[in-house]
């Protein structure tokens, strides 16, 4: 595969870019396929302790995935949340009856209603996989601080982005927190046409420190690990981090908190 300059593969940081994983027509996102997540399958194993009746807030959530293949048993709802009135249209379809999926701004969550049924004050945890990575830096800051502020205090913020170990940093040569473009990698290195950026930044702990410092979040742990890319001509798998965020609110600025590793099903 040829690399590609950073200088000319840079995207306009200040500017929403189209961003996608290729439609339903990618088999490894097509809704009743497992999705091979360490990462969700962990979040899923934490989220048993919450009390029945609690609402988990998937940010970005799309056509429902995360509440879809949930555990049956689960005594927690989920509430999605996307931009995309299609995807939520195919959410519906799929979630169970205690579950929500509306049309909404994940960037302006302070002015979100929430669906009859459910009420703030069941707010326990927040999901955003595979998101932040792959939207404006302008608008990564509201994301952070508009989940933060639905949770209470010792609230859980699940969030896994794409890491600077990723196999498409280092085909950009990639600073962690700089957006890329990565279309001429996932697709015109693979002679397949795509007329819009796929805008991407690659996170390393000191990257998501920053970003939510002053917040109210503190990293409470962190993991890398690998899921399918998600296209048929992409055989290498994409890496990620994944953090486990905790609502702090008498820390006034974030800190990794030394090394802690937040193991997913056994990798670190």
Known sequence: MARVETGVNKVDQGRGVAYGYGGQESPAYRLGERPVSPFIDT????????????????????????????????????????????????????IRPDDRAIVGDITRL???????????????????????HAVPLSLRRPIIEGGAGMLPPGGEFYASVASIEDWKAGQVNAEPGVVYDCAPIMFG?????????????????????????GSGLVIQGASTFTEPSGYDHITEPNTYRGYLLKVDKSTAESTARGSVVWTLNGNH
Do not use: C, E
């Not at 707010?123 to 998101?131: D, E, G, K, M, Y």
């Not at 991407?200 to 939510?212: H, K, N, Q, V």
């Open 43 to 94: 979040v899923y194993g934490r989220l048993n302790s919450l009390a029945p009746g609690s609402i988990v807030i998937d940010l970005g959530g799309g056509a429902g995935r995360f509440p879809a293949q949930a555990p049956q048993d689960r005594k927690w709802r989920v509430l999605g949340i996307d931009h995309d009135p299609d995807a939520i249209n195919q959410a519906h379809r799929v």
């Open 110 to 132: 302070a002015q979100l209603s929430l669906p009859d049924g459910m009420d703030t004050g069941d707010i326990s945890a927040v999901v955003s996989h595979r998101v932040l």
């Open 189 to 213: 290195a693979f002679d397949i046409p795509r007329r819009d950026p796929f805008a991407m930044s690659f996170f390393d702990d000191t990257a998501m420190a920053t970003l939510i410092a």
